[in-house]
């Protein structure tokens, strides 16, 4: 699967500081303990109905967090998967009278386009399920050596009482990972399971549905071992950061990494598990379901900036949830504004003190509306009474670019429009 292109980064003097982010598993804020390469597994979008704010929430997290991992000397070596093949994708090819793989493959573009156009960081393997379906397969029969496989008719389970550490992830109650699991793709209540949490592995072959060979049967992969199989391939037996939206905590990061420690008996696959909080709209989560959507790409067709999207949603920490609103875009061109007038000038108050409070911020949990506030008490120093530092509105352009990912070289008479 093809990624998108990065966009260059500004270079900076001297290293960021260590970052410290929120793990799930333990509740707390603790340091990311890596080496010099952190390896990152972070979930991707089912390509339907992308790309929603929630999306680009979601993965402005993981790109600050592999600008402040770069900035502070590490390597990053990020995986994202795409699932392009799943129920959701079938609904939708059946309501629009469309093929479902042409429905993946034109998701998946404007994703894509609009991962550009937000200066996202594009991972290094851009991974989706049709192909990684021999790679499930691989994993289901390691599972399957290590008797941590059952039959329910024809499709194919786990169980996890295969898994000790199973729960460590979300800390939920048994009832609650019931309800959680009937409401995201599992099937508690189906007869002959061992427990209504085990996920499935290997889903028969329906009629109407897509289905390729395997050792036990023709069928497709169910959507947990996709994800595991995929990480354990292009990262290793164990990573540094799992990552994705608050809502896959359980039963997809939960399941997912049973698979993979079972498989390869090393604890813990994930070392740090970081999530990011829903994206509301009208009350309620944005959900595809529920249809309160606002899309990257409508905003750009309505004329708004790119870097001012950017900008709305580093206005909000990633472990807090939060509401989008109409007036978002107004601030976010204001802001956008008032950093293009302030960084148009050869001088300007000194912005190393900037550099530090913007590296500080957001190695202390991402703290992107930190980092903002201290942008803009530079560019309210720089506007009332300007400075008489050489280049520091260079030196404000670049971090700006670099560390939060905003492009704010000012427009010029038959140049590019940002």
């Not at 707390?28 to 972070?42: C, D, F, I, K, W």
């Not at 399920?129 to 059952?150: F, H, W």
């Not at 329910?152 to 109650?173: C, N, Q, T, W």
């Not at 989008?324 to 008032?338: F, I, K, N, Q």
């Amino acid at each position: 699967m093809r990624s998108w292109p990065a966009s260059a980064r500004s270079q900076l003097p001297g290293r960021g500081f260590p970052l410290r982010v929120f793990d799930t598993a333990t509740g707390s804020v603790r340091p990311l303990e890596a080496g010099p390469t952190v390896r990152m597994y972070v979930c991707g979008i089912t390509p339907y109905d992308a790309t929603h704010l929630g999306h680009a929430f979601t993965y402005l997290t993981y790109d600050l967090l592999t600008r402040v991992l770069l900035d502070a000397g590490h390597e990053v070596h990020y995986v994202q998967n795409i699932t392009d093949v799943d129920d959701p994708l079938f609904e939708r090819a059946k309501r629009d009278g469309l093929d479902w793989r042409e429905i993946a493959r034109s998701q998946t573009d404007l994703f894509r386009a609009d991962m550009t156009a937000l200066r996202i960081l594009p991972p290094a393997a851009y991974v989706g399920a049709v192909e990684s379906i021999p790679l499930v397969i691989e994993l289901i029969e390691k599972l399957r050596g290590r008797e941590a496989t059952y039959r329910v008719d024809r499709d194919i389970y786990f169980p996890i009482e295969a898994a000790p550490r199973f729960g460590k992830i979300s800390h939920l109650s048994f009832d609650a990972m019931v309800e959680r699991a009937a409401g995201n793709g599992g099937d508690p209540d189906r007869p002959g399971k061992k427990n209504p949490l085990d996920p499935l592995l290997w889903r028969a072959e329906r009629p109407g549905e897509p289905a390729w060979p395997s050792p036990f049967g023709p069928g497709r992969p169910g959507w947990h071992i996709e994800c595991a199989a995929i990480a354990l391939t292009y990262l290793g037996a164990s990573i540094d950061v799992q990552g994705g939206g608050s809502d896959l905590t359980f039963p997809h990061h939960e399941c997912g990494i049973a698979h993979a420690e079972v498989a390869t008996g090393v604890q813990p696959f994930a070392r740090t598990c970081v999530h990011t909080a829903m994206v509301g709209l009208d009350g309620h989560k944005m959900s595809k379901s529920r249809g309160n959507l606002e899309f990257v790409s409508r905003l750009l067709a309505r004329g708004v900036p790119p870097a001012a999207i950017r900008i709305a949603l580093l206005d909000h920490h990633h472990t807090v949830g939060w509401e989008w609103t109409p007036s978002a875009v107004d601030v976010a061109r204001e802001r956008l504004a008032r950093w293009r007038a302030a960084a148009s000038h050869t001088r300007g108050p000194d912005a190393r003190p900037l550099l530090d409070q913007v590296r500080r911020r957001l190695a202390d949990d991402l703290d992107a509306p930190g980092a903002v506030a201290a942008v803009d008490r530079w560019a309210s120093a720089a506007l009332a009474a300007g400075g008489d530092v050489p280049d520091a509105p260079a030196l404000a352009r670049a971090i700006i670019d670099s560390l939060l990912g905003v492009d704010i070289e000012p427009v010029v008479a038959g140049g590019r429009s940002v």
